[in-house]
């Protein structure tokens, strides 16, 4: 297999194209993209941008206390579903991982042996010998830990947890373990995520019993074949928007963009350029304080284009691009409204989750939603858009319902809160809602069949059915009365 990649780029440096797939790129022109270097730049302000597997430390919003106390009011009880900490690659992720110590080879050779670096855009010294002297976690060489919670995960659970109880010390305080509602979806993830936010304030995790395999709350796709028959023919199919993007010529432009930089004279395969943009993202997720090496490969410039990539994605998957995904988080909002309304049960709810069921819930709540959809052929127009995965589901991303009791109880109000920044919603102001108007917003949640609603074949059809009898009833009744 080695002896076969030598060949390769053996052949691919000693002939003056550059080959993508089915396509051949002149080469005459050696630039790749503006001076960049990843290790001296002190911002690094893409790392804010790597999608679902962005690091919470630089996606949170402040850690200040004050915005959650409202002049007149009581903190009276909170709901919050929260993501689980930073995890471990896949098995298959990890698979593909261990073949980046022969890439981290062959850039070196790049580099030294066969200088065919580019003449503007090339890696910098310090960038270069970072990647020189990467090695692969031990944890890597294994597969035992595919998809489990990694430590930086734990630890920001616990840090999470900490801040929830300063944020909100009226609901926390006085601590009481009856005072809580646990509940994490049956992965090791998860159920560790939840250990460590109990351990960040009751110091222990309390025995909350077997979870159900699938919890209408916490992963109501896992019992939603329709969803998952969707998001099939999505994947497949050559024509949805995320297929249009990632065959387009700014994607194929990035791809060999990124592998000039990287001092090959032909394009890296895609599947190539995700494993380098996946052991960037994982390792700046476990080791915030540090640089990943293999971050040095991508400029802020293509961080923006795999960013957009992977919102398409998800945007059709779990958010706003299809319909189905506006409904699907119904128990989940049902059980938020409940949990908000009823004064006897604990103050708190805490729910560990998974990315989709995040952004799946932001969507039924109308967050983070753009005028225009995302599409293949807007990324210039959308840089500014809302849907940010970055933003709305990074590691460890939570969302919280905050409950007041104002006016000496006369005012009941909620605020929404997602990775310690308020919500801004249309029908509330600056970010704090009148209780009543939320009951009235989330009716359609609240008043129905959830396993009807949200994922009955006929669910929307339905809808349009409802529709079209109400239709024909007017016109009925406009003829009989004229």
Not at 247 to 252: A, D, G, L, V, W
Not at 321 to 336: H, K, P, T
Request: glycine fraction near 4%; include cysteine; aromatic fraction near 12%.
């Amino acid at each position: 297999m080695k002896f076969l990649w030598s060949a390769l780029i053996f052949a691919a440096l000693h002939c003056n194209i550059i080959v993508f797939g089915q396509e051949t790129y002149n080469s005459e022109n050696d630039n790749c993209c503006e001076e960049y270097c990843y290790s001296k730049d002190p911002d690094k302000s893409q790392t804010r941008q790597y999608a679902t597997k962005t690091a919470y430390d630089v996606a949170k919003g402040s850690d200040s206390s004050v915005n959650y106390k409202i002049a007149g009011c009581i903190q009276e009880k909170v709901w919050i579903m929260i993501r689980h900490g930073a995890r471990w690659p896949t098995v298959k992720d990890i698979q593909e991982m261990r073949n980046l110590e022969d890439l981290r080879v062959e850039v070196i050779r790049n580099y030294e042996e066969r200088k065919t670096q580019p003449s503007t855009g090339a890696l910098c010294m310090d960038d270069k010998f970072s990647i020189k002297t990467w090695k692969l976690s031990k944890n890597l060489s294994t597969d035992s830990f595919a998809e489990k919670l990694a430590p930086q995960g734990y630890q920001d659970m616990k840090l999470i947890a900490r801040n929830y109880r300063r944020f909100l010390p009226e609901i926390f305080e006085p601590i009481d373990e009856r005072n809580f509602d646990f509940r994490y979806t049956p992965t090791q993830r998860t159920q560790e995520s939840f250990k460590a936010f109990a351990e960040g304030i009751l110091q222990r995790a309390p025995d909350v019993g077997p979870q159900p395999e699938v919890d209408p709350v916490l992963n109501p796709y896992a019992g939603c074949d329709r969803w998952e028959e969707q998001n099939k023919n999505d994947k497949s199919n050559n024509a949805s928007e995320y297929n249009i993007f990632i065959n387009s010529e700014i994607m194929k432009d990035t791809v060999r963009r990124i592998s000039r930089r990287l001092g090959f004279k032909f394009a890296l395969s895609r599947a190539q350029i995700d494993t380098v943009w996946d052991m960037c993202r994982f390792e700046q997720a476990w080791h915030p304080n540090r640089n990943s090496p293999w971050c040095a490969a991508f400029t802020p410039e293509h961080v923006t284009v795999l960013e957009y990539a992977e919102d398409l994605r998800n945007y059709y998957k779990v958010g706003y691009g299809n319909e189905l995904n506006s409904r699907i988080a119904c128990s989940a909002v049902q059980d938020m409204v409940r949990h908000l309304n009823n004064s006897n049960e604990p103050h708190i709810a805490a729910y560990f989750t998974h990315s989709a069921n995040i952004q799946l819930l932001l969507t039924a709540l109308g967050i983070a939603k753009d005028r225009d959809a995302l599409r293949a052929n807007n990324f210039h127009d959308m840089k500014n858009r809302n849907w940010k995965s970055s933003e709305l589901a990074p590691f460890a991303s939570n969302f919280a319902a905050i409950k007041y009791s104002c006016e000496g109880g006369n005012e009941k109000r909620v605020m929404f809160v997602l990775n310690q920044k308020t919500v801004d919603l249309d029908w509330c102001k600056v970010g704090l809602c009148n209780w009543g108007d939320a009951l009235v917003t989330l009716d359609r949640f609240t008043k129905a069949d959830c396993s009807q609603y949200y994922c009955s074949e006929n669910s929307s059809t339905n809808i349009q059915s409802s529709f079209l009898v109400l239709i024909l009833t007017l016109i009925i009744y406009f003829i009989n009365g004229y």
